[in-house]
């Protein structure tokens, strides 16, 4: 699972520090936008593609097709800065287009396994991640709430209404009840940012899974091969001044090697 970022992100070892810290703060502003960023790319992501399925049936709409991958990629570039709320921008890789032409804009753009990756994060793992933020935000807000029930729960139930009440039958219309369920709050808020922050740690790993570009398998034996062998640090020997004494033929001979000089 992905971790906050130290430089962005502190999160303390004690858990009791933990609602007093930044991270569940940051964690909700990451989650909470998403219900409103989310939900837009969602929208614009969706009318992109089903505008270029269907102009795909038409030969005269190549430019459209285009426009709709642009748009597509547009959309996945600003769930990658989102990113930044918790931890670095996500990197992204699209094919370059090589050729000129309608066509080759195509292939390039259409084609591009990128492009699938960012369709599959704006719209198939919309509901399952809108569906995580909520009640991530749910449990984080509640007992956040309750911590300051004894502040306005005598207005709640002045009025009538049903803010002073928890559940269908209990009514918190004193102070000390207003009290307790208070401390039972601030008991609890502890473990809510934990919670709050793992989803978001979730969110985040499963956002940074599907958009950044997969790993190279052979990028560690490239690296080797980039870099300069054992043999190139080497000086090369000097072999003129290292030549024996004359033979009887007046030849002399390289020491170690038994080539004629």
Not at 39 to 46: E, G, K, N, W, Y
Request: proline residues 10%.
């Amino acid at each position: 699972m992905s971790r906050l970022s130290p430089s962005l992100v502190r999160t303390p070892a004690s858990l009791v520090r933990l609602p007093l810290s930044a991270a569940p703060w940051r964690a909700c502003g990451y989650l909470a936008s998403y219900l409103v960023v989310g939900s837009i790319l969602f929208a614009v992501a969706t009318a992109a593609l089903l505008i270029s399925v269907v102009a795909s049936q038409l030969t005269v709409t190549v430019p459209l097709l285009i426009v709709g991958a642009w748009v597509v990629r547009g959309c996945a570039q600003v769930e990658r800065s989102r990113a930044y709320l918790l931890d670095q921008p996500i990197p992204y890789a699209y094919q370059d287009v090589t050729e000129p032409g309608l066509p080759a804009h195509l292939r390039a753009r259409c084609a591009d396994p990128a492009i699938v990756r960012d369709c599959v994060c704006l719209i198939l793992l919309f509901p399952l991640l809108l569906l995580l933020d909520l009640l991530a935000l749910a449990v984080w807000l509640v007992p956040l709430g309750l911590v300051t029930l004894p502040l306005w729960y005598g207005t709640a139930t002045a009025s009538g209404g049903t803010a002073g009440r928890i559940g269908a039958d209990l009514a918190i219309d004193t102070l000390p009840g207003a009290l307790v369920v208070a401390l039972v709050a601030v008991a609890l808020l502890p473990f809510a940012a934990r919670l709050v922050v793992s989803a978001a740690q979730l969110h985040l790993t499963v956002a940074q899974a599907v958009l950044r570009p997969p790993a190279d398998p052979l990028a560690q034996v490239k690296g080797v091969l980039a870099r300069p062998g054992p043999l190139a640090v080497l000086p090369s020997p000097a072999r003129a001044s290292t030549s024996t004494a004359p033979t009887p033929d007046r030849e002399t001979h390289e020491p170690n090697t038994g080539r004629l000089g």
